[in-house]
């Protein structure tokens, strides 16, 4: 099995191209990283020449001891000239580090908000046999929670790794050139630190790994129950829910377990190996001031290099959980995008031929069509003239609604070719293929919006005169007017608030609308009652007229309508020998 490390290091330089439109405000930031660092460097210095030359005799060797005879040579102005200069750095420090911070923690924030956008777009392009494999729960949680995962990693690299990291390197450098004992010291307190996490740092990655597979699965237990929640307490199956919700749960506590050992292990580790570094550069320093090799503020110096430099690593050590959580989210954002999305390829030219509006005839030639390894459609042939109604019927599973989705482009057949005016819907644009051809399912998904949004929906830039023209075809307003706001009725979430013959003739004004020569009708009126089922036949009447309609329906109200029945058997989709039905 691939390291997972390794595996995360391929991961996140995979969004190094989210980096890029901001390189300048990175060099910026840096740049104030950068000055700050050098204040930082400065601020243990007038501490130190107080030390050597009020306070001892030993201001000769100070760089800075010189600068506090600013205001005069007696101990206090000299006081009075390090305190001035302490506040004086400190406010320098402060004010890079609030520049630095912004700019870099803004570079972050961008770049997750252009990685959560990315990841979305992608997601809704991917084709139908993609999410047919994952819940809506489990994509949800990538987009959301994932993606928020990598927003915190991100800010933390911009605002405690990278800083931090300078700040080590700097203080290692600036002890190195204060004296190479010294420098030895605080080098070598880094990799003891380093050292004793190494082993922690997988752990720790293993564990947020689990712990976001876990969460992706709970999310995807809580949308999937919500969703069917009217039939949770049609049954009265909460129980069973409850149960299933709290095994998973239990994964979810273990990796957060491990991961949270992991975390209390690390600060221990690091003031051991702390301590150890002070003890020594106190034990070492104090020789050295006692044999006179350096003054006493060299050493106040070293001590505070030596802090400065901890502090960076105490707090990378508190983020070493978000980080670790960062890549796991990567790795499983990355997954996402690296799913090859045909709808991404540039657009393709209409084929030579074609025109922008098609005629409506469909041919299935030596049509199959298998879902991963499960069988569906098996070897059908049909031609289906410009302006005919033909139904599909058959039992159950015998791949009736499978050719309605060929014809949409919404799959592609395993073999054989479903053809649109003569062309193979593979070679056909996706945006040409979407203007010809319109649907109205079993259940017309409506959006949160207004009645008028949802017809609208299939032409977004179609008037108002247009959509209530669609409107009056499907009978829409035969209710809506009853509305104390027509068409401007705000629909629920999912469109709720309409009974199930109502969406349907929204779906079929929607599908009026789209005004596409090819409409295929998957048992629209299934589930009606009668008067329902009498005023959905009637809009969809309004909308066959003059197109090439490919209907699967069992009921004999809309079977009448069809001018072909087309009946498909189910031992075609085993492998059966009989050809595609005959055309009564
Ligand atoms: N998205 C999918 N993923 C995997 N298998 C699928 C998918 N859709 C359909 N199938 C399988 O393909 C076969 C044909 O399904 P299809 O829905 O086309 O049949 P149908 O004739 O429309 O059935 P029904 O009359 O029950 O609606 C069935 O065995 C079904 O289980």
Same mark, same amino acid.
């Given at each position: ?12 330089? +995979? ?104 990841? +979305? ?123 299933? +919700? ?13 991961? $949270? ?82 709808? #991404? ?110 017809? #609208? ?22 209710? $809506? ?104």
């Amino acid at each position: 099995m691939k390291d997972p490390s390794t595996a995360n290091r391929h991961v996140l330089w +995979f969004f190094r191209g989210f980096g890029t439109p901001h390189r300048r405000l990175l060099a910026l930031g840096v740049g104030m990283r950068l000055c700050e660092m050098a204040a930082d460097l400065v601020t243990p210095w007038p501490v130190a020449a107080v030390v050597d030359r009020v306070l001892g005799t030993d201001g000769a060797r100070n760089p800075l001891g010189s600068l506090l005879d600013v205001f005069g040579r007696d101990a206090t102005a000299m006081l009075t000239t390090a305190a001035a200069l302490v506040v004086l750095v400190a406010l320098v420090s402060a004010v890079f580090d609030y520049a630095g911070d912004r700019t870099m923690n803004g570079v972050g924030e961008r770049m997750s908000v252009a990685i959560r956008c990315e990841t +979305f777009a992608h997601l809704q392009r991917l084709p139908l046999s993609y999410h047919d494999r994952r819940t809506v729960g489990e994509s949800t949680s990538r987009v959301i929670t994932d993606c928020g995962n990598i927003k915190d990693s991100l800010v933390a690299f911009c605002s405690v790794l990278f800083p931090g990291v300078l700040s080590v390197t700097g203080y290692a450098a600036a002890l190195l050139l204060l004296d190479w004992r010294f420098g030895l010291i605080g080098v070598g307190a880094v990799p003891l630190a380093l050292l004793l996490g190494v082993r922690n740092r997988r752990r720790g990655q293993l564990a947020a790994r689990r712990r976001r597979e876990a969460e992706g699965e709970l999310t995807g237990l809580v949308a999937e129950a919500l969703q069917g929640i009217r039939t949770v307490h049609a049954f009265g199956r909460h129980q069973a829910h409850d149960r299933e +919700f709290a095994a998973r749960s239990r994964g979810l506590l273990d990796a957060g377990l491990e991961a $949270a050992d992991v975390q209390a292990r690390r600060a221990p580790l690091l003031e051991s190996a702390t301590a150890v570094g002070t003890a020594a550069l106190l034990w070492v320093g104090g020789v050295g001031v006692l044999r006179g090799w350096w003054s006493t503020g060299h050493l106040v110096v070293a001590l505070s290099y030596l802090t400065g430099m901890v502090a960076p690593l105490r707090a990378l050590s508190k983020l070493s959980g978000t980080f670790a959580q960062g890549r796991a989210s990567a790795g499983r954002i990355a997954e996402i995008l690296r799913e090859p999305c045909p709808l #991404r390829r540039p657009a393709r030219a209409v084929p030579p031929g074609l025109s922008a509006r098609a005629s409506g005839r469909i041919d299935f030639e030596g049509v199959s069509m298998r879902y991963g390894d499960r069988p569906a459609l098996h070897r059908l042939d049909l031609s289906i003239g410009a302006g005919e109604r033909i139904a599909l019927t058959g039992p159950n599973g015998a791949g009736k609604s499978t050719a309605l989705a060929l014809v949409a482009g919404l799959y592609r057949p395993t073999c054989g070719t479903v053809r649109i005016d003569g062309t193979a819907t593979g070679d056909l644009p996706d945006e040409w293929l979407r203007r010809q051809v319109t649907a109205v399912l079993q259940e017309t998904f409506l959006f949160a919006g207004t009645i008028a949004d949802n017809i #609208r929906y299939s032409r977004p830039d179609a008037g108002p005169h247009e959509v209530r023209a669609a409107a009056e075809a499907a009978l829409v307003t035969a209710f $809506a007017d009853d509305f104390p706001d027509g068409l401007g009725t705000r629909l629920g979430d999912c469109g709720g608030g309409l009974s199930g013959g109502q969406r349907q003739r929204v779906g079929i004004a929607r599908a009026l609308l789209a005004d596409a020569p090819i409409v295929l009708l998957d048992e629209p009126t299934s589930g009606l009652d009668a008067e329902a089922e009498r005023l959905v036949v009637a809009a969809l009447g309004r909308l066959a007229a003059h197109r090439t309609v490919v209907m699967v329906t069992h009921r004999p109200a809309l079977l009448e309508t069809a001018t072909g029945v087309v009946a498909l058997a189910a031992d075609e989709v085993h492998g059966g020998l009989s050809p595609a039905g005959p055309v009564t």
